[in-house]
């Protein structure tokens, strides 16, 4: 069973940028297919961006295409978010998730096994 932990979040400006990363132990980080989530107030988690267990497919929501970038380090056991040219209704929480299932990238909430705790983004106008 994998443990995530993520970081990086916090306050910006729109047209700012971030860092997230989310921190795996307790597990082989490679059985994993990743992705991030979010959630913003009132609203329901929805996926943002999933990678393949290799790192070699990638898959984005239309609304983060272009900004925001998934990547993960297997020898560090790590997922990355670089998130770019931000905008207001970017803020949310951001959650990364962990899939067992490696045959393609999942997009629903309920598809994925292991989460961590969250990390908040704001990003003011």
């Known amino acids: 069973q994998v443990q995530l932990v993520e970081s990086g979040g916090g306050l910006v400006q729109a047209g700012g940028s971030l860092r997230l990363s989310c921190a795996a132990s307790?597990?082989?980080?490679?059985?994993?297919?990743m992705a991030w989530f979010r959630q913003a107030p009132g609203k329901e988690r929805e996926f943002v961006a999933g990678?393949?267990?290799?790192?070699?497919?990638?898959l984005y929501v239309d609304s983060v295409k272009g900004r925001l970038t998934i990547s993960r380090d297997n020898a560090k056991n790590t997922l990355y978010l670089q998130m770019n040219s931000l905008k207001p209704e970017d803020t949310a929480v951001y959650y990364c998730?962990?899939?067992?299932?490696?045959?393609?990238?999942?997009?629903?909430?309920?598809?994925?096994?292991?989460w961590g705790q969250g990390t908040q983004v704001t990003v003011s106008s």
């Open positions: 998730a962990a899939s067992l299932y490696r045959i393609r990238i999942r997009t629903l909430e309920r598809e994925y096994d292991f």
């Open positions: 307790g597990g082989t980080f490679s059985n994993y297919n």
């Open positions: 990678i393949s267990w290799t790192g070699g497919i990638t």
